[in-house]
C-alpha cells in the first residue's frame, strides 16, 4: 500500500535551508513541498491559499517569530499541523511551542531520516520530539518531579512514551501489555489531567520531569 501523500508548507527565511530541505524532502514520494515562505505574513497567505497538510516552520524569522505565527495559524486554522524546526533547543521554546499547538519540535541538526520521520509522525497524529532536546530538557528540568502527579507509575510510564512519540502499538509491546489496555491508561491520563491532546501530554510530561 502506497504512503499517504502529505503536502508541506516550508517556512524559513534562509533560502539555502530552503533549497537543502526541498530537495531533499523532494526525494521522498510521499512528501511534497507545495510552498515555501520566509516570514509569517507570507506564511499566512500561502496557507489560505494553498492545500496544505503539515506546517514545517522555523523559530527565527523577520517580522512575527514562528511562535506567533504558529498562534496565528491554531487561531485561524486550528486542524492544521505545525512543526517546529529551528536550531533553539532551550526548554522555554520548547514549552511555548507546545503550548501554542505545534505538533513538534525538531531540530536542524537532526539527519534527513528523522526530520521526514517527524513529518510522518505528526502528520498521522502523533507528537514528535528531537530525543537530543527532550533529553536535555529533561536533565536540567528543575522543580517539579514525577512523585508531585496525580498518575501511578504505571501511568507515568505511558505518558513518558507519548512524550517520545511511541504510537499506542509499540508501548503496548515495550510494556508487554494489550493495545486497548494502552489506550484504556491514554483515556485515564487525560481525564486525570484535563488534557485533551497528544502535544499538551507531552509538555506535561516535560514540565513535571517525567
Given at each position: 500500500m502506497m504512503d499517504q501523500h502529505i503536502r508541506i508548507l516550508l517556512v524559513d527565511d534562509h533560502v539555502l535551508v530552503q533549497e537543502g530541505i526541498r530537495a531533499r524532502l523532494s526525494q521522498q514520494s510521499n512528501l511534497d513541498v507545495v510552498a515555501v515562505a520566509s516570514d509569517g505574513e507570507s506564511a499566512l497567505q500561502k496557507i489560505e491559499n494553498t492545500a496544505i497538510d503539515v506546517v514545517l516552520m522555523d523559530i527565527s524569522m523577520p517580522g512575527m517569530n514562528g511562535i506567533q505565527v504558529l498562534q496565528h495559524i491554531k487561531a485561524r486554522y486550528p486542524d492544521l499541523v505545525v512543526l517546529i524546526l529551528t536550531m533553539h533547543d532551550n526548554r522555554e521554546y520548547l514549552l511555548s511551542?507546545?503550548?501554542?499547538?505545534?505538533?513538534?519540535?525538531?531540530?536542524?541538526?537532526?539527519?534527513?531520516?528523522?526530520?521526514?520521520?517527524?513529518?510522518?509522525?505528526?502528520?498521522?497524529?502523533?507528537?514528535?520530539?528531537?530525543?537530543?532536546?527532550?533529553?536535555?530538557?529533561?536533565?536540567?528540568?528543575?522543580?517539579?518531579?514525577?512523585?508531585?502527579?496525580?498518575?501511578?507509575?504505571?501511568?507515568?510510564?505511558?505518558?513518558?512514551?507519548?512524550?517520545?512519540?511511541?504510537?499506542?502499538?509499540?508501548?503496548?509491546?515495550?510494556?508487554?501489555?494489550?493495545?486497548?489496555?494502552?489506550?484504556?491508561?491514554?483515556?485515564?491520563?487525560?481525564?486525570?489531567?484535563?488534557?485533551?491532546?497528544?502535544?499538551?501530554?507531552?509538555?506535561?510530561a516535560i514540565e513535571h520531569n517525567l
Open positions: 511551542a507546545l503550548r501554542s499547538g505545534a505538533s513538534g519540535y525538531v531540530l536542524k541538526d537532526v539527519s534527513a531520516a528523522e526530520l521526514i520521520n517527524a513529518i510522518e509522525v505528526v502528520f498521522h497524529g502523533g507528537t514528535y520530539l528531537s530525543r537530543s532536546v527532550s533529553q536535555t530538557l529533561l536533565d536540567t528540568q528543575p522543580g517539579t518531579t514525577a512523585s508531585n502527579t496525580p498518575l501511578t507509575p504505571r501511568e507515568q510510564m505511558v505518558l513518558t512514551l507519548l512524550a517520545e512519540g511511541e504510537c499506542s502499538k509499540h508501548i503496548a509491546a515495550k510494556l508487554h501489555i494489550s493495545v486497548r489496555t494502552v489506550e484504556t491508561h491514554r483515556q485515564k491520563i487525560k481525564r486525570k489531567l484535563g488534557i485533551n491532546s497528544t502535544a499538551e501530554l507531552t509538555r506535561y
